[in-house]
Each structure stands twice: as C-alpha cells, then as structure tokens.
C-alpha cells in the first residue's frame, strides 16, 4: 500500500508543474470538451439502435380498384384464383359482412377467428373493400413483414383518419419467430 503511494508521491514531483497547471487551468477546460463529446458518443449509440425506417405496411389508397389482388393475390387469368371466385354468403339468412362492419363499427376493432380454410381473409378482404370504396385508407400489413413501431407514417397516409389495419395470417407470422 505504501509502495503505490510513494509511487504516485514520485510521480506528483516529477511532474508537479504540468499537474499544476492541469488542474489550474487545464481540466476544467479538458471536462468542458469532453462532456459533448460523450454526450455525442451516447446518443450515436442510441441512433445505431434505432431501426431503419421500413413501414411494414403497403398503403392502399381510397377508391382503390385493385384492392383484392393486392391482399389476396392470384392471376388474372386463374379462374380458381380466390379473387376471381365471385363472393358467396357462406351462411343463409345471415349476412357475415354487416355483422363484422357493425362489431367495427360498434367496437374499432374485429378479430376474425376460425379453422383453416374457412374464408376468414376474403370476408376481410370484401369488409376492407367496401370500407375501402367508401374512402377508408386501408394499411395492409405486407407478407413476412412483422409489426414493429414505424420510425414515422408514411407521408402518403396523410391525416386522414378513416384508416383500417388489415392484418392476415398472423398465427404464420407468430410460426416464423425464432424461438429461444
């Protein structure tokens, strides 16, 4: 213990009129440069984990008459592509699509549930398509993207506040997340 302050003892003697100087004069001016500079280095680091700015949603504007190929895709010319099927009351004597636009309406919320296969994205896509023709922007959320919270809106969403999310097939996208 005595050799480590003899030795910082030596040191102060050998050097006593830079370190003098230093806290004379120096230091406060050595901390006044350095405080920006970790405030920089702090906030730099704070950026690099920012995440780029990727909407994950495809922005479909109202009176959009392509609205069912973009979600639900197909070919034109495939007469079994489900857009091209032409839409059908699954159940008689209840009309699903007023019933779900009345629990939207009633609630600002709808989540579909149901085994596969059963039409839960064409009962969707005709909802948002009405909605759609009726002047609703609809912010689909694009294939293998996942929710995360955007850096900013997309300019073209403009302050429009008619807007519905449509988010499919999320139970594929849950099946997609690593697992720890």
Known sequence: ???????????????KDFIDNLISGGLPAILLAA????????????????????????VIKPQTQDLQKRILGGEDNDPLAD???????????RHIRRELQQQLEEHRWVLILARTGLGKTREATELASDLNQLGWTLLYLKPNEWLDTPA?????????????????????????????
């Open 83 to 93: 857009r091209n099927i032409a839409y059908q009351q699954r159940v008689a004597n």
């Open 152 to 180: 900013r809106m997309p300019t073209e969403i403009g302050t429009d506040r008619k807007l519905l999310f449509f988010l499919d097939d999320l139970n594929g996208k849950f099946a997609k997340l690593p697992t720890f």
């Open 1 to 15: 213990m005595f050799d480590i302050l003899r030795g910082i003892q030596k040191f102060y003697t050998d050097h």
């Open 35 to 58: 405080i920006p500079f970790f405030w920089w280095l702090k906030t730099a680091h704070r950026q690099r984990r920012i995440p780029p700015p990727i909407f994950p949603f495809e």
